[in-house]
């Protein structure tokens, strides 16, 4: 199996387009390129990524798509496209002729209506990325659990992956709700979930890795080593700490799993996930 950073980002810094990246994230306003990447990659014995879009256009598909032409370790290309658009199936057949986009995205997490996924066009969306056989990932807060539950409720054929195990709110030291939500998610066998993006979540200058474990264990024990993935969330740790102090969290963590559950997270369910064997 190979190991796979199954959740990081490229961009070419545009302060208006990237406005999410506000103040007290200047640690990341700039250029993060393939070669920014590569030997943090290197450096933890990781063969290869999965490119996420940041920016919801198609723009940013045509830019990961270039990278990955001269880049062979970007494994898979997590693009965006509107889902609620008409002529989606022209989008989709478009996408067809390459072989590096292995699904799609949508910023739930920042619509105004938490409860878009459940709309019909949404929906429509969603059942002709499934048919064409493409991934969603699903990125949200923890107020839109209870309706992502019924979202993949809808669809038990399309492969999901909540993104950042959905975002708890691990600075205020909040589970109960979070918990409630996910272990119901983790229900559905077609769902699995990215162990990524947590100390975002957490105090930025003074979390320690004690303040994940009561989080990784509702994870791994609802969703089982099968079905969990590491990613980064690279460079958007870097606001809250290095790549490898997020990588040491869930390498500590891990290290109680059997040899084959670490192929598992560490690569082979992202394989699995993504189409990349």
Known sequence: M????????????????????GS?????????LPADLY??????????CIAVQADQSEEQNAFLLELAAGNPFIEGIVGWIDLQAENINDSIAFYKGYDKIKGFRHVLQGEADRSLMLKPNFKRGIAAIGKAGYTYDILI??????YTREFVETFTDQPFVIDHIAKPYIKEKKLEEWERDIR?????????????????????????NEDFKPYLDVVFETFGADRVMYGSDWPV???AGGYNAMLEIVREYTSALTENEQALFWGGNAERFYKLA
């Open 237 to 239: 740790c870097l606001v």
């Open 2 to 21: 190979k190991r796979i950073d199954a959740h990081q980002h490229f961009w070419r810094f545009d302060p208006v387009r990237d406005s999410w990246i």
């Open 141 to 146: 807060f923890p107020d839109q659990l209870a």
């Open 184 to 208: 119901t998610l983790a229900g559905y066998e077609h769902v699995l979930c990215k162990v990524s993006g947590m100390v975002t979540e957490a105090d930025w200058a003074n979390w320690k």
């Open 24 to 32: 007290g994230m200047e640690a990341i306003q700039r250029d993060f």
């Open 39 to 48: 030997p943090l990659l290197q450096e933890n014995t990781l063969d290869g």
